[in-house]
């Protein structure tokens, strides 16, 4: 079955940008149906959506974080990515890429394990 | 903005029922789905389109969604059920269309 796998640096600099690849294993991303996503968890807090993407490039970001957030994808690599700029102590979270599968309402199914970014100088 | 509402913690003993509740206006025009969120762990889907299980959940667990308040509810509780549990819809009139609820704290006595 699918499987996703977060990377990226624990420990990021006020001000910064945080950079996270997702890593997608047992199906490939390029044969589309699915958009790839973003969540992320704030400590001890709730789900907050960040955005996600298709196969094709396109995407969709939370009006919230619209301005400070990238998302692309490497086919190539059956991954696809996370930047967030201008970090501050705020954007200090656990970070899950999920996928789901391309319709109206479909849920969030397989997350990655989640990886914990500390936003600090 | 579309906006769910959970109690923050529910209590339960060993083998009675638990219900968990997801508020929301007209909740039931809407497609609900619930994760099971262990503590050091990532969310995984218990409940999706209101009352459907996925493959490996449970049969104790069900959902069912109507006019204001969407319920997953978890029969024959299990000290391994302690855990938080998250609504969430999309909300398709809106720029913010992934609305996830505050979480509910399942607490087995």
């Known amino acids: 079955q699918v499987q996703l796998q977060e990377s990226g640096p624990g420990l990021v600099k006020p001000s910064q940008t945080l950079s996270l690849t997702c890593t997608v294993s047992?199906?490939?991303?390029?044969?589309?149906?699915?958009?790839w996503s973003w969540i992320r968890q704030h400590p001890g807090k709730g789900l907050e959506w960040i955005g996600y993407?298709?196969?094709?490039?396109?995407?969709y970001y939370n009006p919230s974080l619209k301005s400070r957030v990238t998302i692309s994808v490497d086919t190539s690599k059956n991954q696809f990515s996370l930047k967030l700029s201008s970090v501050t102590a705020a954007d200090t979270a656990v970070y899950y890429c999920?996928?789901?599968?391309?319709?109206?309402?479909?849920?969030?199914?397989?997350w990655g394990q989640g990886t914990l970014v500390t936003v600090s100088s | 903005s579309y906006v769910l509402t959970q109690p923050p913690s529910v209590s339960v003993a060993p083998g009675k029922t638990a219900r968990i509740t997801c508020g929301g206006n007209?909740?039931?025009?809407?497609?609900v789905h619930w994760y099971q969120q262990k503590p050091g762990q990532a969310p995984v889907l218990v409940i999706y389109?209101?009352?459907d299980r996925p493959s490996g959940i449970p049969e104790r667990f069900s959902g069912s969604n109507s006019g204001n308040t969407a319920t997953l509810t978890i029969s024959r509780v299990e000290a391994g059920d302690e855990a938080d549990y998250y609504c969430?819809?999309?909300?398709?009139?809106?720029?913010?269309?992934?609305?996830f609820g505050g979480g509910t704290k399942l607490t087995v006595l």
């Open positions: 999920a996928r789901r599968e391309r319709g109206g309402t479909e849920p969030f199914d397989p």
């Open positions: 047992g199906g490939s991303i390029s044969s589309g149906g699915y958009y």
């Open positions: 993407i298709y196969y094709s490039g396109s995407t």
């Open positions: 007209n909740i039931g025009s809407k497609s």
């Open positions: 389109y209101d009352s």
């Open positions: 969430q819809v999309w909300d398709s009139s809106s720029d913010h269309p992934v609305v």
